[in-house]
């Protein structure tokens, strides 16, 4: 038996989707315990390109058992159209479970969250205004509606009148936008209810059957370790946690079940929204960068920001993930390069340091320190075997890991499942 749980290393987009659907292949569960549609997974297989968003990255194994956990927030609308979206490529989703204990994105939850960005203006902090943040913020004041609750059409009534009573007076009163309709609501919500009710359950039983039986699990996370709330650039961060411990309350599995925390980094560095970025490259090599590995997001479609590795941020993410081993992803990025820098440190009024800082606007006032590492001129992507690899590009590997302190067990090039090496202890 392995509980491995997948976690994004930086500010998100690591190529987390990849390394599952090739994994995934050797498991009997995938579990999604965090987030919500502000992420997107994108998969290359033998079915297609997909951008997943809730669904996790092992529907496309049959014999694959995969769950959308308690820690994820649900828009109803955005899962049907991905299982149709997956029918129409021939995907079947009769593996597919919803926790009932996971909670429900109303329609209030996106229109609040956009109304807020727009009242923040520039210091808005750059969400995908999908309602994640919104529907976090309810589920910790105790006024979320769970997926479980869909069932019960006059309980549900009850709760949304309640409930709605209180977001119309915030919309109207503070926003001044038009209160919204509780029947219009309750209509729609009892059309998902029924299209969603084969794929709900208490998953908990399932899951610790699993373990039980000694099979392989899966914990998929979303977002990245830097967008964490406690321990990221707060408040440019996400609504749930992203680390490794959010993977034992987002999924029911306690923290001594967990055999492997499984860290995703980009070869470089990447991030959407607002927030500080030490190493982000302004101009013509981020810009570069960025075309090259066609870094638009896989939610909103937004350029991502793009940067040298920050070892600093990435010893940090290892740290406080527990990290037992590293997966590299889009090595390949960097063929054709001659030099490639990695940040080793920072220069924060005057004086180095190694430790990523706890306040962000100390962050905002880091330099990075840079060692400057030969590139390679071959074509990483079909190699299959790490002693394959152009020397200068396993030398990088091995300075990522000495940086992070941490081994990296696989690397990625190129967007298809297969394109993956294992290293071996």
Known sequence: MSVVALVGGQWGDEGKGKVIDSLAAKAHMVVRYAGGDNA???????????????????????????????????????????????????????????????????????????????????????????????????KVARTGLRVGELFDAKSFRARIEDVMEQKNALLTSLYGHPAMSVDDVFSQYMEYAEQLKGYVADVLPIIHDAIDRGDTIMLEGAQGALLDTDFGSYPFVTSSSPLAGGATVGSGIGPTQIDRVLGVFKAYATRVGGGPMPTELHGEMGDFIREKAGEY??????????????????????????MTDVALTHLDIFDGFKSIK?????????????????????????????????????????????????QNARRYVNAISDLVGCRVSLVSMGPKREQIIEIRA
């Open 40 to 138: 997107g997974h994108t998969t290359v297989n033998p079915h297609g390109t997909f951008r997943l968003h809730l669904i996790p990255s092992g529907i496309f194994y049959d014999n694959v058992r995969c769950i959308i956990g308690n820690g994820v927030v649900v828009n109803p609308a955005v899962l049907l159209r991905e299982i149709a979206e997956l029918h129409e490529h021939g995907v079947g989703t009769g593996n597919l479970l919803v926790s009932d204990r996971a909670h429900l994105i109303m329609p209030y939850h996106p229109m609040l969250d956009k109304l807020e960005e727009q009242r923040r203006g520039q210091s808005a902090i750059g969400t995908t205004q999908r309602g994640i943040g919104p529907a976090f913020v309810d």
């Open 297 to 322: 997001g896989a939610t909103t479609g937004r350029p991502r920001r793009c940067g040298w590795f920050d070892g600093v941020a990435g010893r940090f993410s290892v740290r406080i993930n527990g």
């Open 342 to 390: 990695v940040c080793t440190g920072y220069m924060v009024d005057g004086r180095y340091t190694a430790d990523f800082p706890t306040r962000t606007d100390t962050l905002e006032r880091c330099e990075p320190v840079y060692e400057e590492l030969p590139g390679w001129d071959e074509c990483t992507e079909d190699m299959g075997d790490f002693a394959d690899l152009p």
